[in-house]
Nanobody, 122 residues
């Protein structure tokens, strides 16, 4: 069974930095794209950043210039470097991947991680 495991969340002061990691494990043939989403209390889940297998990226306007997404294809891992954090960045951050699973469950899959909480507060 394919799963995504996030790490790196926590409490940070405004202006601080955090680095999130998300590792995919299980029977995987290839990963097409990976991304980070977030959901703040009382709000809908939104896209934060997205990266394709060839490295091209896109970001939400609210995080451009502050967050950087990257991936290590050899490790099936995606990262989110978050700088100049603001209180409005407080949310549960979820990792997402579109991939091709291997045996026994061959086929395209969309997989979500369990989420990691980021709290930005003085």
């Amino acid at each position: 069974q394919v799963q995504l495991v996030e790490s790196g969340g926590g409490l940070v002061q405004p202006g601080g930095s955090l680095r999130l990691s998300c590792a995919a494990s299980g029977s995987i043939i290839s990963i097409n794209d990976m991304g980070w989403y977030r959901q703040a209390p009382g709000k809908q889940r939104e896209l934060v950043a997205h990266i394709f297998s060839r490295g091209n990226t896109n970001y939400a306007d609210s995080v451009k210039g502050r967050f950087t997404i990257s991936r290590d294809n050899a490790k099936n891992t995606v990262y989110l470097q978050m700088n100049s954090l603001k209180p409005e960045d407080t949310a549960v951050y979820y990792c997402n991947a579109h991939l091709v699973a291997g045996p026994p469950d061959y086929g395209f899959r969309e997989v979500w991680g369990q989420g990691t909480l980021v709290t930005v507060s003085p």
